[in-house]
Protein backbone atom coordinates (compact mmCIF):
# COMPACT_ATOMS: atom_id res chain seq x y z
CA UNK A 1 0.00 0.00 0.00
CA UNK A 2 1.16 3.36 -0.72
CA UNK A 3 0.19 6.56 1.12
CA UNK A 4 1.28 8.81 -1.54
CA UNK A 5 -2.14 9.72 -1.62
CA UNK A 6 -2.42 13.39 -3.00
CA UNK A 7 -3.08 15.40 -0.32
CA UNK A 8 -5.77 16.97 -1.16
CA UNK A 9 -7.29 13.65 -1.70
CA UNK A 10 -6.68 12.90 2.40
CA UNK A 11 -9.24 13.49 4.77
CA UNK A 12 -8.19 12.93 8.18
CA UNK A 13 -11.07 11.10 10.31
CA UNK A 14 -13.13 7.87 9.71
CA UNK A 15 -14.73 5.55 11.55
CA UNK A 16 -14.17 2.64 9.46
CA UNK A 17 -10.34 3.60 8.13
CA UNK A 18 -8.86 1.64 10.94
CA UNK A 19 -10.49 -2.11 9.54
CA UNK A 20 -8.38 -1.92 6.77
CA UNK A 21 -5.43 -0.04 8.16
CA UNK A 22 -1.30 -1.14 7.95
CA UNK A 23 1.44 0.55 8.62
CA UNK A 24 3.51 2.07 5.50
CA UNK A 25 6.48 3.87 5.03
CA UNK A 26 6.28 7.55 3.64
CA UNK A 27 7.91 8.37 0.39
CA UNK A 28 10.93 11.13 0.51
CA UNK A 29 8.91 12.88 -1.91
CA UNK A 30 5.77 13.23 -0.06
CA UNK A 31 7.17 14.57 2.97
CA UNK A 32 6.27 18.21 1.78
CA UNK A 33 2.87 17.06 1.84
CA UNK A 34 3.05 15.41 4.92
CA UNK A 35 4.42 18.63 6.76
CA UNK A 36 1.39 20.33 5.23
CA UNK A 37 -1.58 17.44 6.66
CA UNK A 38 0.45 17.43 10.37
CA UNK A 39 -0.18 21.28 10.71
CA UNK A 40 -3.86 20.71 9.95
CA UNK A 41 -4.05 18.11 13.35
CA UNK A 42 -2.62 18.40 16.89
CA UNK A 43 0.57 16.26 16.43
CA UNK A 44 3.49 17.44 18.32
CA UNK A 45 6.33 19.39 15.93
CA UNK A 46 8.98 16.19 17.05
CA UNK A 47 6.78 14.57 14.44
CA UNK A 48 7.32 16.57 11.53
CA UNK A 49 9.85 15.53 8.76
CA UNK A 50 10.91 19.50 8.55
CA UNK A 51 11.90 18.75 12.31
CA UNK A 52 13.56 15.62 11.69
CA UNK A 53 15.46 15.58 8.23
CA UNK A 54 18.07 17.37 9.99
CA UNK A 55 19.23 14.88 12.14
CA UNK A 56 20.48 13.10 9.02
CA UNK A 57 23.75 15.22 9.61
CA UNK A 58 24.15 13.83 12.83
CA UNK A 59 24.34 10.31 11.29
CA UNK A 60 20.59 9.59 12.68
CA UNK A 61 18.07 8.35 9.96
CA UNK A 62 14.48 9.40 10.14
CA UNK A 63 11.76 7.51 8.99
CA UNK A 64 8.12 8.17 8.51
CA UNK A 65 5.56 5.93 8.76
CA UNK A 66 1.80 6.68 8.57
CA UNK A 67 -1.42 3.94 9.55
CA UNK A 68 -4.63 4.13 7.99
CA UNK A 69 -5.30 3.95 4.27
CA UNK A 70 -4.11 5.78 1.81
CA UNK A 71 -7.08 8.63 1.45
CA UNK A 72 -7.61 8.43 5.27
CA UNK A 73 -4.46 8.62 7.40
CA UNK A 74 -5.03 7.84 11.62
CA UNK A 75 -2.15 7.88 12.81
CA UNK A 76 2.09 9.05 11.75
CA UNK A 77 5.30 8.04 13.49
CA UNK A 78 8.57 8.91 12.94
CA UNK A 79 11.52 6.72 14.05
CA UNK A 80 14.81 8.44 14.34
CA UNK A 81 17.21 5.24 13.72
CA UNK A 82 20.49 4.32 14.54
CA UNK A 83 22.35 2.09 13.51
CA UNK A 84 21.76 -0.40 9.96
CA UNK A 85 20.66 -3.80 9.45
CA UNK A 86 19.66 -5.99 11.88
CA UNK A 87 21.19 -4.13 14.51
CA UNK A 88 19.00 -0.61 14.43
CA UNK A 89 17.67 1.36 16.93
CA UNK A 90 14.42 3.39 16.94
CA UNK A 91 13.55 6.78 18.84
CA UNK A 92 9.72 7.95 18.76
CA UNK A 93 9.51 11.18 20.28
CA UNK A 94 6.18 12.06 21.55
CA UNK A 95 4.81 8.92 19.09
CA UNK A 96 3.05 7.84 17.21
CA UNK A 97 0.57 10.99 16.83
CA UNK A 98 -3.17 10.56 16.15
CA UNK A 99 -4.27 12.84 13.42
CA UNK A 100 -8.09 12.27 14.21
CA UNK A 101 -8.84 13.39 17.46
CA UNK A 102 -12.46 12.49 17.05
CA UNK A 103 -12.30 8.48 16.88
CA UNK A 104 -10.80 5.70 19.04
CA UNK A 105 -8.23 4.00 17.70
CA UNK A 106 -7.89 0.41 18.45
CA UNK A 107 -4.92 -1.00 20.09
CA UNK A 108 -3.57 -2.93 17.16
CA UNK A 109 -2.19 0.06 16.29
CA UNK A 110 0.34 -0.15 18.35
CA UNK A 111 0.96 -3.86 17.72
CA UNK A 112 1.25 -3.47 14.34
CA UNK A 113 3.64 -0.84 14.60
CA UNK A 114 6.16 -3.12 16.95
CA UNK A 115 5.82 -5.80 14.07
CA UNK A 116 6.58 -3.38 11.60
CA UNK A 117 9.92 -2.34 13.91
CA UNK A 118 11.09 -6.32 14.55
CA UNK A 119 10.58 -6.80 10.45
CA UNK A 120 12.93 -4.05 9.78
CA UNK A 121 15.39 -5.39 12.27
CA UNK A 122 15.09 -3.32 15.29
CA UNK A 123 16.42 -3.79 18.45
CA UNK A 124 14.00 -1.94 20.32
CA UNK A 125 12.48 1.21 20.07
CA UNK A 126 12.37 3.94 23.07
CA UNK A 127 8.98 6.30 23.04
CA UNK A 128 8.08 8.83 24.63
CA UNK A 129 4.80 10.80 25.00
CA UNK A 130 2.75 13.02 26.70
CA UNK A 131 -0.41 10.82 27.11
CA UNK A 132 0.35 7.86 29.34
CA UNK A 133 -2.56 5.81 27.97
CA UNK A 134 -0.51 5.71 24.86
CA UNK A 135 2.60 4.43 26.25
CA UNK A 136 0.07 1.69 28.17
CA UNK A 137 -1.36 0.76 24.94
CA UNK A 138 2.66 -0.37 23.78
CA UNK A 139 3.64 -1.52 26.41
CA UNK A 140 0.53 -4.06 26.53
CA UNK A 141 0.84 -4.58 22.65
CA UNK A 142 4.49 -5.71 23.27
CA UNK A 143 3.64 -8.17 26.14
CA UNK A 144 1.63 -9.58 23.89
CA UNK A 145 4.02 -10.42 20.77
CA UNK A 146 6.60 -11.55 23.50
CA UNK A 147 8.42 -8.22 23.02
CA UNK A 148 9.59 -6.71 26.46
CA UNK A 149 8.53 -3.59 27.77
CA UNK A 150 10.54 -1.73 30.22
CA UNK A 151 9.92 1.80 31.92
CA UNK A 152 13.21 3.22 31.03
CA UNK A 153 15.52 4.86 28.50
CA UNK A 154 17.94 2.28 27.21
CA UNK A 155 19.23 4.81 24.65
CA UNK A 156 20.60 7.96 27.34
CA UNK A 157 21.75 10.52 24.85
CA UNK A 158 20.52 13.56 23.44
CA UNK A 159 19.90 12.55 19.85
CA UNK A 160 15.70 14.39 20.32
CA UNK A 161 14.52 16.59 22.82
CA UNK A 162 15.16 15.89 26.58
CA UNK A 163 13.02 13.15 27.69
CA UNK A 164 12.52 13.39 30.90
CA UNK A 165 12.41 17.74 32.04
CA UNK A 166 9.19 19.77 32.34
CA UNK A 167 8.02 22.00 29.74
CA UNK A 168 6.74 25.82 30.56
CA UNK A 169 3.93 26.49 28.58
CA UNK A 170 2.40 29.87 28.66
CA UNK A 171 -1.40 29.61 27.77
CA UNK A 172 -2.24 32.80 25.50
CA UNK A 173 -5.11 34.48 24.89
CA UNK A 174 -6.53 37.24 22.66
CA UNK A 175 -6.24 39.79 25.11
CA UNK A 176 -2.96 41.18 25.68
CA UNK A 177 -3.77 42.17 28.95
CA UNK A 178 -5.42 38.59 29.96
CA UNK A 179 -2.40 36.86 29.22
CA UNK A 180 -0.20 39.53 31.51
CA UNK A 181 -2.78 39.13 34.32
CA UNK A 182 -1.74 35.03 34.41
CA UNK A 183 1.88 35.99 34.75
CA UNK A 184 3.94 36.95 38.26
CA UNK A 185 3.87 40.70 39.23
CA UNK A 186 8.07 40.43 38.83
CA UNK A 187 7.23 39.27 34.86
CA UNK A 188 5.12 42.01 34.21
CA UNK A 189 7.59 44.38 35.97
CA UNK A 190 10.08 43.03 33.73
CA UNK A 191 7.93 43.61 30.48
CA UNK A 192 7.47 47.04 31.76
CA UNK A 193 11.04 48.12 32.31
CA UNK A 194 11.93 46.33 29.28
CA UNK A 195 9.23 48.21 27.54
CA UNK A 196 10.90 51.66 29.17
CA UNK A 197 14.87 51.02 28.12
CA UNK A 198 14.30 51.70 24.62
CA UNK A 199 15.39 48.04 22.80
CA UNK A 200 14.50 47.49 19.60
CA UNK A 201 12.41 44.35 18.78
CA UNK A 202 12.44 42.79 15.62
CA UNK A 203 11.92 38.90 13.72
CA UNK A 204 14.17 37.57 10.72
CA UNK A 205 13.04 34.08 9.26
CA UNK A 206 16.47 33.68 7.35
CA UNK A 207 19.43 31.47 8.54
CA UNK A 208 21.47 33.49 7.90
CA UNK A 209 20.93 35.62 10.18
CA UNK A 210 20.74 33.10 12.66
CA UNK A 211 24.44 32.39 11.41
CA UNK A 212 25.39 36.01 11.55
CA UNK A 213 24.39 36.54 15.57
CA UNK A 214 25.13 32.79 16.62
CA UNK A 215 28.35 33.97 18.21
CA UNK A 216 25.76 35.64 20.91
CA UNK A 217 24.83 32.35 21.47
CA UNK A 218 27.92 31.04 22.01
CA UNK A 219 29.05 33.67 24.42
CA UNK A 220 26.00 32.53 26.57
CA UNK A 221 26.58 28.80 26.37
CA UNK A 222 30.29 29.43 27.99
CA UNK A 223 29.15 32.08 30.35
CA UNK A 224 26.30 30.13 31.75
CA UNK A 225 28.36 26.81 31.98
CA UNK A 226 26.34 24.96 29.82
CA UNK A 227 26.18 23.67 25.87
CA UNK A 228 24.39 23.50 22.43
CA UNK A 229 23.14 20.61 22.15
CA UNK A 230 23.53 21.25 18.18
CA UNK A 231 25.65 22.70 16.00
CA UNK A 232 24.93 25.55 14.10
CA UNK A 233 24.10 23.80 11.08
CA UNK A 234 21.51 21.35 12.39
CA UNK A 235 19.37 24.77 13.57
CA UNK A 236 20.00 26.27 9.84
CA UNK A 237 18.75 23.79 8.38
CA UNK A 238 15.75 23.60 10.91
CA UNK A 239 14.73 27.48 9.46
CA UNK A 240 15.43 26.09 6.04
CA UNK A 241 12.78 23.48 6.36
CA UNK A 242 10.35 25.38 8.24
CA UNK A 243 10.31 28.11 6.34
CA UNK A 244 8.34 26.75 3.56
CA UNK A 245 5.53 26.26 6.37
CA UNK A 246 6.08 30.06 7.73
CA UNK A 247 6.96 28.22 10.73
CA UNK A 248 10.32 29.93 12.25
CA UNK A 249 11.01 32.46 13.64
CA UNK A 250 14.45 34.22 14.67
CA UNK A 251 13.74 37.56 17.52
CA UNK A 252 16.31 39.29 18.16
CA UNK A 253 16.59 42.74 20.61
CA UNK A 254 18.92 45.58 19.79
CA UNK A 255 19.97 49.00 22.01
CA UNK A 256 22.06 51.19 19.74
CA UNK A 257 22.30 49.23 16.59
CA UNK A 258 23.63 46.07 18.97
CA UNK A 259 21.97 42.77 19.19
CA UNK A 260 21.94 42.23 22.84
CA UNK A 261 19.40 39.25 22.64
CA UNK A 262 17.89 36.33 20.75
CA UNK A 263 15.52 33.80 20.77
CA UNK A 264 14.60 30.99 17.79
CA UNK A 265 10.89 29.45 17.88
CA UNK A 266 9.43 26.87 15.88
CA UNK A 267 5.88 26.38 15.70
CA UNK A 268 3.12 23.32 15.28
CA UNK A 269 -0.58 23.99 14.39
CA UNK A 270 -0.89 25.55 18.01
CA UNK A 271 2.33 25.79 20.05
CA UNK A 272 5.25 27.78 19.60
CA UNK A 273 8.35 26.19 20.89
CA UNK A 274 11.20 28.28 22.18
CA UNK A 275 13.97 26.09 21.44
CA UNK A 276 17.03 28.93 22.03
CA UNK A 277 17.41 31.63 24.19
CA UNK A 278 20.82 33.74 24.42
CA UNK A 279 21.38 37.23 25.97
CA UNK A 280 23.94 39.83 26.37
CA UNK A 281 25.51 39.92 30.10
CA UNK A 282 24.90 43.32 30.82
CA UNK A 283 21.45 42.67 29.17
CA UNK A 284 19.81 39.94 30.25
CA UNK A 285 17.00 41.86 31.89
CA UNK A 286 15.91 42.44 28.02
CA UNK A 287 14.82 38.85 28.61
CA UNK A 288 11.42 39.18 29.49
CA UNK A 289 9.94 41.64 27.16
CA UNK A 290 11.73 39.55 24.27
CA UNK A 291 9.62 36.88 25.24
CA UNK A 292 6.72 38.30 25.77
CA UNK A 293 7.32 39.90 22.36
CA UNK A 294 8.07 36.21 20.64
CA UNK A 295 5.34 34.80 22.35
CA UNK A 296 2.78 37.43 21.40
CA UNK A 297 3.53 37.38 17.57
CA UNK A 298 3.00 33.94 17.26
CA UNK A 299 0.26 34.04 18.83
CA UNK A 300 -0.68 36.30 15.87
CA UNK A 301 0.76 33.50 13.31
CA UNK A 302 -1.98 31.10 15.07
CA UNK A 303 0.17 29.36 18.32
CA UNK A 304 -2.09 29.53 21.62
CA UNK A 305 0.57 27.80 23.45
CA UNK A 306 4.13 29.35 24.03
CA UNK A 307 6.43 26.81 25.44
CA UNK A 308 9.65 28.36 26.63
CA UNK A 309 10.91 24.59 27.40
CA UNK A 310 12.55 22.92 30.24
CA UNK A 311 13.97 25.05 33.61
CA UNK A 312 16.99 23.60 34.84
CA UNK A 313 19.03 25.15 37.50
CA UNK A 314 17.83 29.16 38.18
CA UNK A 315 16.20 29.34 35.05
CA UNK A 316 13.40 28.01 36.57
CA UNK A 317 12.62 30.89 38.79
CA UNK A 318 12.63 32.68 35.62
CA UNK A 319 9.89 30.86 33.40
CA UNK A 320 7.94 30.12 36.55
CA UNK A 321 7.37 34.21 36.62
CA UNK A 322 5.09 33.37 33.37
CA UNK A 323 4.10 30.17 34.02
CA UNK A 324 3.89 28.50 37.71
CA UNK A 325 2.80 25.21 36.95
CA UNK A 326 5.08 23.48 34.16
CA UNK A 327 3.19 20.88 32.37
CA UNK A 328 5.29 17.18 33.72
CA UNK A 329 5.54 14.09 31.22
CA UNK A 330 5.66 10.25 31.59
CA UNK A 331 9.22 8.69 31.55
CA UNK A 332 10.64 6.80 28.52
CA UNK A 333 9.53 3.13 27.26
CA UNK A 334 11.55 0.96 25.46
CA UNK A 335 10.10 -1.99 23.96
CA UNK A 336 12.66 -4.72 23.51
CA UNK A 337 12.23 -6.33 20.26
CA UNK A 338 15.02 -8.61 20.22
CA UNK A 339 16.54 -10.01 23.08
CA UNK A 340 19.40 -11.61 22.78
CA UNK A 341 20.98 -8.12 20.93
CA UNK A 342 19.04 -6.14 23.37
CA UNK A 343 21.55 -7.66 26.41
CA UNK A 344 24.45 -7.00 24.38
CA UNK A 345 23.50 -3.42 24.23
CA UNK A 346 22.86 -3.13 28.11
CA UNK A 347 26.32 -5.45 28.72
CA UNK A 348 28.26 -4.19 26.28
CA UNK A 349 27.76 -1.63 24.00
CA UNK A 350 25.92 0.62 26.01
CA UNK A 351 28.33 1.01 28.77
CA UNK A 352 31.39 1.61 26.02
CA UNK A 353 28.96 4.06 24.46
CA UNK A 354 28.84 6.33 27.21
CA UNK A 355 32.43 6.58 27.69
CA UNK A 356 32.95 7.40 23.73
CA UNK A 357 29.57 9.70 23.73
CA UNK A 358 32.09 13.04 23.93
CA UNK A 359 34.28 11.82 21.45
CA UNK A 360 31.35 10.71 19.24
CA UNK A 361 29.45 14.03 19.68
CA UNK A 362 32.51 15.78 18.80
CA UNK A 363 32.84 13.73 15.23
CA UNK A 364 29.15 14.27 14.76
CA UNK A 365 29.32 17.79 14.59
CA UNK A 366 32.37 18.28 12.49
CA UNK A 367 30.47 15.85 10.18
CA UNK A 368 27.25 18.22 10.02
CA UNK A 369 29.60 21.30 9.73
CA UNK A 370 31.57 19.60 6.76
CA UNK A 371 28.58 18.49 4.76
CA UNK A 372 26.87 22.09 5.01
Known amino acids: MSLAAPISAIEVRSTSAALHAQWSEVHQQDLHAWNNLLRATDAPIYQYPFWNEPYR??????????WGTARDPLSFATILTVGAGPAKIGLVFRGPAQLASDIQLPRTMSADLLAWARSQGYIFLRFTHSDPQILTDLANSGERMSAEALDLDAFPYLCDYPIVTEDYIVQQH????????????EARRKIRRGLGAGYDLQSHDSAEDLQQIW???????????????????????????????NGARLYTTS???????????????ATAHCLLAAFDAEHR??????????MRDMYRL???????????????RFKSEFCPYPTNYPGPLTVVLNRSLFRLWRRGFLPVAKQLQPMLRKLAFQRAALSR
Not at 255 to 269: E, M
Request: hydrophobic content about 35%; some cysteine.
Open 57 to 66: RLWVKPRYLA
Open 174 to 185: DSEEETLASFDR
Open 215 to 245: PLYQECARRKHFRLERPLSFYMDLMRGSRFY
Open 255 to 269: LNGNIVGSTLTFRDH
Open 285 to 294: NSAALLHWHS
Open 302 to 316: GATRYNMGPGPGTLA
